[in-house]
């Protein structure tokens, strides 16, 4: 048998008969392969990790929370959202990526979006969810809208129930 060079990598003749796509499709280096499959899986594994650290929420929760009552239902998007919804983007993106510096060799931005580019099915789930709602301004207010019904549920069950407690 005889070895060649077949796009970076060394097969063999036998190998080539037994693969008919390399006759036609382009071979990366298996190492460079499996050093960005690592990568691209690290680098997932960390984003989950963040999303679902209590730190994490709670900073979400806390901006939600002082700035949710400047949101109204009312179909008019005032310009004080779309600067609300800039420093939500910014410091998510911050967190995020400062993190993922800090927990992953090798990660870069750019990198990582190009990955999720050849591998677009392989995001799913909260990570998934977040990737796709941090850069969506209608995701963000009806986000920011939710979390405004929601506290103010919370609070009239609050007062509801210290109501009845003066009652009986």
């Not at 003749?13 to 691209?40: G, H």
């Not at 979400?60 to 420093?87: A, G, M, P, W």
């Not at 995001?123 to 929601?150: C, N, P, Q, W």
Request: proline share 1%.
């Amino acid at each position: 048998l005889t070895a060649r060079e077949f796009k970076g990598t060394i097969i063999t003749s036998a190998e080539i008969d037994f693969m008919p796509e390399a006759k036609t499709e382009v071979f990366v280096s298996s190492k460079v392969v499996d050093e960005d499959i690592l990568l691209f899986d690290e680098t997932v594994g960390a984003l989950q990790d963040i999303i679902m650290d209590a730190k994490f929420n709670e900073m979400r929760t806390h901006f939600f929370d002082k700035n949710c009552d400047k949101f109204s239902d009312e179909k008019e998007n005032k310009l004080s959202y779309t600067v609300i919804f800039q420093d939500y983007v910014k410091n998510i993106e911050g967190v995020i990526e400062k993190e993922l510096k800090t927990r992953v060799k090798g990660y870069s931005q750019e990198k990582f979006f190009k990955m999720i580019q050849e591998r677009p099915d392989e995001i799913t789930g909260d990570v998934l969810d977040m990737l796709m709602s941090m850069g969506d301004y209608s995701e963000f207010r009806e986000e920011m809208l939710a979390h405004k019904r929601a506290r103010n549920s919370k609070a009239s069950l609050l007062e509801l129930k210290s109501s009845k407690a003066t009652i009986f």
